[in-house]
């Protein structure tokens, strides 16, 4: 039985049992069973609202799954374990000391706003002048120390 069914078959009783409304406690019981009625029917209203709350996520939730699936389709380079071959770096931001993460794009852009303090951090992708190859990373051939 529902909770509004329950209150509604209390008032049956309390008229049935011919309840004197005029009396104290007949005046106190009426104002009880009011509140129990507001209430139950405020209960059924909530109900009634998360269903249809449940119903919008659910629906909203599907939509994600459309876009996400298109995404995915539309990229190539999904990875099911959800691991994309993109390279990530990182650096410090020397104003406010917090990490920024990026991509090769940003990288090859040249400069990123930091997300923290909006700071402009700049790299500079050249090879430093006279290298002398000691990292193997330029194409020079080591300098001898001799």
Same mark, same amino acid.
């Given at each position: 039985?529902?909770? #509004?069914?329950?209150? @509604?078959?209390?008032?049956? &009783?309390? /008229? %049935?049992l ?6 104290? /406690?007949?005046? #106190? ?6 509140i129990?009625?507001?209430?139950? #029917?405020?209960?059924? +209203?909530?109900? @009634? ?7 919008? #996520? ?14 995915? !389709?539309?990229? %190539? /380079?999904? *990875?099911? +374990?959800? +691991? ?7 650096t410090?931001? =020397?104003?406010?000391? !917090?990490?920024?993460?990026f991509? /090769? *794009?940003?990288?090859a852009d $040249?400069?990123? &706003?930091? =997300?923290?303090?909006? !700071?402009?951090?700049?790299? *500079? &992708?050249? !090879? =430093?002048?006279?290298? $002398? ?6 194409a ?7």
């Amino acid at each position: 039985m529902e909770i #509004l069914e329950k209150v @509604a078959y209390m008032k049956g &009783l309390a /008229e %049935g049992l011919g309840l004197d409304t005029k009396s104290k /406690e007949g005046k #106190l019981l009426k104002v009880i069973m009011d509140i129990l009625d507001d209430m139950a #029917l405020e209960i059924q +209203d909530i109900h @009634a609202g998360q269903g249809e709350l449940e119903e919008g #996520l659910d629906a909203v939730s599907d939509d994600l799954a459309d876009v996400e699936t298109y995404l995915y !389709e539309m990229d %190539g /380079e999904y *990875d099911e +374990d959800g +691991d994309d071959d993109e390279e990530v770096y990182q650096t410090t931001c =020397p104003n406010c000391q !917090e990490d920024v993460f990026f991509d /090769e *794009d940003i990288l090859a852009d $040249g400069s990123i &706003l930091c =997300p923290n303090c909006g !700071e402009k951090l700049e790299f *500079d &992708l050249e !090879e =430093p002048a006279g290298c $002398g190859g000691c990292c193997g990373s330029c194409a020079e051939p080591a300098e001898d120390d001799e």
